[in-house]
C-alpha cells in the first residue's frame, strides 16, 4: 500500500510541475514564490494592440436629406446603439462592403432614374444585408418584397419564375412603392419605416399618438430602430478608414462581366441550357436567381432575358 501511496504521490508531483512549466511557457508567465504570476507587460502590449472605445457621434446627422434631432438625448442613445452595434458587429461590416462593391453600382442609377434618395440604397443592406434572403414572413429578395406587393407592382411571382430575386426588376418595384409613400407622407423617414412596418401600421401609430413625423413616434423594437440602423451602416459604408475598416480594393467583390440572351419559350432542362455557353447550372443559377426550377415553362412564349457570365471568368466545367 505505501509503494502505490508513494508512486501516486510521485505521479502528482510530475503534474503539478508539468502544469506549472506549460503555464509559464504558454503565458509568458514568471514564478514568484511558488506561485505563477503574468507579466504585467504582456497584459499591456495585448491592450495596446486592440482598443474597444465609444463612438464619437458625426454632427448634422441625417436621412435623404432629413435633419435628426440630435439634441434629443432619446434620439441620441440610439444613434449611439446603431453605431456601436454595426461598428463592432466588424466581420459583418466588412461583407456589407465588399457586397456593396458590387451591388451598389446596380442599384444606385435605378435609385436616381426614379427620383429616390442615394440613401436608400442602404435600406436594401438593411434588409437583406444585400442578399437574397427569405423572412419568416415570406418576404424575399435583396428589398424583401411580400408576394402580394410583388404581383401588384408587375413582378412575376409563381414556383417557376420569381422576379423578386431579380435585382434590376426588384430595385424598380421598390422605387414605385417608395415615391407611392413618400406622396402621402411628405417624409422619407417614415416612408422608410411604413417601408419596414407597412403603411396600415404607420397610419395606426400616428393616429393613436397624434403626431406625424418618425423621430416622435413610439414604434415597435425593429422599426423604431430601422432609420436609426440605416444612418448607422451609411456612415460606416460611407467612411470605413474612420471606422476602422481597411479593405485593398483586390479584397472587393466584383460583378461579373455578362451578356444577355433572350429566351421566348420554354426550356425543358437548363443543364442543358447551360452547357451550350459552357457554364454549369450552378452558374447559371447563380446569375439569374430568379429562375426557381431546373426548366422553363413559358407556355405564354413571353419573353425572358437570361443573363451569361463571359467567357473566361469560371474554371471550365467538368
Keep these: 500500500m505505501k509503494t502505490i501511496k508513494n508512486i501516486l504521490m510521485l505521479l502528482g508531483v510530475v503534474f503539478v ?20 504570476v503574468v507579466n504585467d507587460s504582456v497584459q499591456k502590449n495585448v491592450a495596446k494592440s486592440y482598443k474597444i472605445s465609444s463612438i464619437d457621434i458625426p454632427e448634422n446627422l441625417n436621412f435623404a436629406g432629413e435633419i435628426v434631432p440630435q439634441e434629443d438625448p432619446e434620439i441620441m442613445e440610439r ?19 465588399k457586397r456593396a462593391n458590387k451591388f451598389f453600382p446596380i442599384i444606385e442609377p435605378i435609385l436616381a432614374k426614379n427620383g429616390i434618395p442615394d440613401d436608400f440604397k442602404y435600406l436594401a443592406v ?16 435583396f428589398w424583401q418584397i411580400m408576394r402580394e406587393t410583388g404581383r401588384e407592382y408587375g413582378l412575376e411571382v409563381n414556383s417557376n419564375v420569381d422576379e423578386r430575386y431579380h435585382l434590376e426588376k426588384s430595385t ?9 409613400w413618400k406622396s402621402k407622407y411628405g417624409s422619407w423617414a417614415l416612408t422608410a419605416a411604413a417601408y419596414n412596418a407597412g ?16 423621430w416622435d413616434l413610439l414604434l415597435g423594437s425593429e422599426t423604431g430602430r430601422y432609420v436609426f440602423r440605416i444612418m448607422a451602416i451609411k456612415e460606416i ?6 471606422y476602422g475598416f481597411h479593405i485593398d480594393k ?23 441550357f447551360a452547357q451550350k455557353y459552357e457554364i454549369n447550372y450552378k452558374i447559371l443559377k ?33
Design 250 to 272: 483586390e479584397d472587393m467583390y466584383e460583378a461579373v462581366p455578362t451578356f444577355t440572351v433572350e429566351v421566348n419559350q420554354p426550356v425543358s432542362d437548363f443543364a442543358d
Design 126 to 141: 438593411a434588409e437583406s444585408g444585400l442578399t437574397n434572403v427569405v423572412s419568416p414572413a415570406g418576404a424575399t429578395g
Design 172 to 180: 424598380e418595384v421598390a422605387c414605385e412603392y417608395l415615391n407611392k
Design 237 to 242: 459604408l460611407a467612411n470605413p478608414e474612420k
Design 199 to 214: 403603411p396600415g401600421a404607420i397610419n395606426k401609430y400616428m393616429g393613436i399618438q397624434q403626431v406625424d413625423n418618425y
Design 79 to 97: 444613434i449611439d446603439r446603431e453605431f456601436l452595434v454595426n461598428t463592432y458587429w466588424q466581420s459583418n461590416a466588412l461583407l456589407l462592403m
Design 17 to 36: 510541475a508539468g502544469t506549472l512549466i506549460f503555464a509559464v511557457q504558454s503565458s509568458d508567465a514568471v514564478v514568484v514564490n511558488d506561485k505563477i
Design 286 to 318: 447563380r446569375h439569374n436567381p430568379w429562375l426557381r426550377e431546373p426548366h422553363l415553362n413559358n407556355s405564354s412564349r413571353k419573353k425572358y432575358t437570361v443573363e451569361i457570365p463571359n467567357k473566361g471568368y469560371y474554371r471550365e466545367s467538368k
